[in-house]
């Protein structure tokens, strides 16, 4: 199988399995929506879409946003984990939308990753879900599949991101990037992994990693039959 059927696979799967293709995170606008991203890093999206509406419901847009203080905001972001850097971050780019781009958030990834706690990743969200620019925003999902399928060598995120740029057509990064995220999530996890449910990384997925997996198995299988076989010897 050549690398375009494999890929071509790959995405017949995936439209299968998620046919319709949901923004995880809940949002009204561009402004909410990147404040709902810049909240998610280190948390996940059920967290935060728990906390926004506490969040928006004081302040949905920039200048109600720089009305509060740092502190006020930091006390109801704070279940979402790192709320002394994102208070600020939240804060400061709305300040900066106000300033620099009239209170609308800017439709250009330069514009975007020049404000505070903005990073490539969450820019490429914004560009992508909120202005239907094609973007391929990488998270730990997308970083491990893309490994565990042999599409990049999993040295770094932005390694990853050109890979998928370069592999899978521009028309569909956009669908692409979320369904991969569903898809890992539910059935190729970090952690609690099964090779019986991954369909993708059983059918296509990197021999070596396969190997690895196969082996971690039987090694936990040896493990448990020496630990059934110790119990009964000891019961006898």
């Not at 990197?206 to 493990?223: C, D, G, H, M």
């Amino acid at each position: 199988m050549s690398k375009h059927e494999k890929v071509q696979a790959i995405m017949d799967i995936l439209d299968d399995l998620y046919p319709e293709i949901p923004v995880p995170l809940d949002h009204t606008d561009p402004y909410t929506l990147l404040v709902a991203v810049l909240l998610s890093a280190q948390c996940t999206d059920e967290r935060v879409n728990q906390i926004t509406p506490k969040l928006f419901a004081k302040a949905d847009n920039p200048y109600d946003m720089v009305k509060m203080s740092i502190e006020e905001i930091q006390n109801i972001i704070r279940p979402c984990g790192l709320s002394p850097m994102k208070s600020k971050g939240i804060w400061h780019l709305s300040d900066m939308i106000i300033k620099q781009h009239d209170g609308k958030v800017p439709q250009d990834f330069t514009a975007l990753e020049a404000m505070p706690a903005v990073g490539h990743k969450t820019a490429s969200v914004v560009m992508s879900q909120a202005f239907g620019v094609p973007a391929f925003p990488v998270d730990t999902h997308i970083h491990r599949l893309m490994y565990r399928w042999g599409l990049s060598n999993g040295k770094s995120v932005e390694q990853t991101e050109r890979d998928a740029k370069r592999l899978f057509p521009r028309d569909r990064w956009n669908d692409l990037h979320l369904q991969i995220i569903f898809y890992g999530r539910e059935y190729c996890p970090a952690r609690g992994f099964s090779l019986d449910r991954c369909l993708i990384t059983r059918e296509f997925g990197r021999k070596s990693f396969i190997n690895e997996v196969i082996k971690e198995q039987e090694k936990k299988k040896t493990l448990a039959t020496k630990k059934k076989a110790k119990a009964v010897k000891h019961k006898s």
